[in-house]
């Protein structure tokens, strides 16, 4: 994580607009198919949402660096939860030209990869949602 805290900083920080929402389904040796949308409130706090092999589901404070990248406050239950399947979020970050969030995973030390989540409607985020309520029905009953 980059720890630079410079006041201009700031100011020159590319951080994804606020109600932003990006999203990208992948498939991933050994975990499977997985579905990450990153969600913006603010230029402060986000929302990481991973359908998967691991479910997360977390309100996530992140500071935008100059470069587009983010410094993440991941909680300590969730880096535990990524380290037991040997996953760990190297970087994560906007790229304001093509209006895309990334994340670059490592899995087991060996197998890298960058994936980018390209800006959803918000009809895909409403039937995100309400996957994530039918699924939870399912599970219940």
Not at 54 to 61: G, S
Not at 70 to 80: I, N
Not at 108 to 121: E, H, P, Q, V
């Amino acid at each position: 994580p980059n720890t630079n805290s410079s006041s201009s900083s700031a100011s020159l920080s590319k951080a994804p607009p606020s109600g932003g929402s990006y999203s990208r389904s992948f498939h991933l040796p050994v975990l499977g198919k997985s579905v990450v949308t990153m969600k913006f409130y603010s230029n402060t706090m986000g929302h990481l949402i991973v359908d998967g092999v691991l479910p997360i589901d977390e309100k996530v404070p992140y500071r935008s660096n100059p470069d587009g990248s983010f410094t993440v406050a991941l909680s300590e239950q969730t880096q535990k939860n990524l380290g037991r399947i040997l996953v760990q979020i190297k970087t994560a970050g906007y790229d304001e030209t093509n209006d895309e969030t990334y994340v670059v995973l490592v899995i087991a030390s060996i197998f890298r990869k960058r994936l980018r989540l390209a800006r959803s409607s918000s009809n895909n985020s409403h039937n995100h949602q309400n996957h994530n309520q039918n699924n939870k029905q399912k599970k219940k009953g």
